[in-house]
């Protein structure tokens, strides 16, 4: 098993193995990684052209996973997401055929294009890791993460993701553009050839698995605990906020902060980590009152407000 030292010296190289593709956005990186390593899935929310499909691509490829995509649109089936049986005339008989989910990390590309119906035929597959086809249930490989797309600015001919299945992503990510010198990074190493063409993986699905065990015996103490539910549960009782966070968020969110703890080399969380890992974690499954979507206020803001209210342990309470 991955710990220790050896967690450390993986994550690094997995790092600098994105970091060679993709020019700056580390915090991106490790919400990604974050995911990865509590088994959640992932909301990336953003205007084309900002590198969704090469970041995906590439953390596959650094992680020596199998990649797969779908490009979700109006007439998009559920049977072309997770496969079917097709009659076989020589047999006889009926054979499966897997669909495209059947990787281990799959890029749903613009997934509010696809109909309700076509989005439901990821909920049992991102909830349960199997899909269940014709009543027989297909496993599906692990590691296995949905880092599914959507852009939030073109709603014509889009379906919303209902609550149910935004409350299945672990995080939601918005990379947003990069900064001019990261820009001009970019125009230099993708100047004569795609450096994902050269990227070499620095791990495999067992590495992967490993990382898993690593995250889940990472302590998170008392006070950590009780300060993470105070903030989700603060999120029920803000009256500018219709659904608060479910206790499906609490779990995915102490998830969270163990993974970042390992990320950072640590075998206990703070709630520094709480801190940087409320908004990407909770802010998508909320929903507010009217008025407080014509006040402009946002999902971030609210939580944001959360922090803002809810006393943290300090330090010495901590070592004590």
């Given at each position: 098993m991955a710990t220790g030292f050896a967690s450390t010296e993986l994550v690094t190289r997995i790092r600098a193995a994105v970091g060679s593709v993709i020019?700056?956005?580390?915090?991106?990186?490790?919400?990604?990684?974050?995911?990865?390593?509590?088994?959640?899935?992932?909301?990336?929310?953003?205007?084309?052209g900002v590198g969704k499909t090469l970041l995906a691509r590439s953390l596959a490829t650094a992680l020596g996973c199998t990649f797969g995509r779908v490009q979700f649109t109006p007439d998009v089936l559920p049977s072309d997401v997770t496969g079917s049986s097709v009659f076989d005339q020589r047999t006889t008989e009926f054979e499966f055929r897997p669909g495209p989910i059947f990787t281990q990390i799959l890029l749903a590309d613009e997934i509010n294009r696809a109909?309700?119906?076509?989005?439901?035929?990821?909920?049992?597959?991102?909830?349960?890791?199997?899909?269940?086809?014709?009543?027989?249930?297909?496993?599906?490989?692990?590691?296995?993460?949905?880092?599914?797309?959507?852009?939030p600015i073109e709603l014509e001919g889009t379906f919303p993701l209902p609550e149910a299945q935004l409350d299945r992503f672990l995080l939601r990510v918005r990379p947003g553009y990069p900064s001019r010198e990261e820009e001009d990074a970019m125009l230099l190493r993708f100047e004569r050839d795609d450096p994902l063409d050269r990227l070499e993986p620095v791990a495999s699905a067992v590495h992967v698995v490993a990382l898993q065990h690593a995250r889940a015996a990472i302590t998170v103490g008392e006070l950590v605990r009780a300060y993470l539910l105070d903030v989700v549960r603060a999120t029920r009782d803000d009256p500018r906020i219709l659904l608060g966070a479910s206790p499906r968020a609490a779990l995915a969110l102490h998830r969270a902060v163990q993974a970042r703890a390992l990320l950072d080399g640590r075998d206990f969380a703070l709630p520094d980590d709480v801190k940087a890992l409320a908004a990407p974690v909770l802010a998508h499954r909320l929903a507010l009152t009217a008025e407080a979507r014509l006040r402009g206020q946002t999902p971030e803001s609210l939580v944001a407000a959360v922090l803002d209210t809810v006393e943290v342990p300090v330090e010495d309470e901590l070592a004590g």
């Open positions: 020019v700056g956005k580390q915090d991106v990186v490790d919400q990604l990684l974050i995911a990865v390593l509590c088994q959640g899935h992932v909301l990336v929310e953003d205007v084309p109909t309700p119906r076509a989005q439901s035929a990821l909920l049992e597959a991102m909830q349960e890791r199997q899909v269940t086809i014709d009543g027989h249930t297909h496993t599906l490989p692990a590691p296995f993460l949905v880092l599914a797309t959507q852009n």
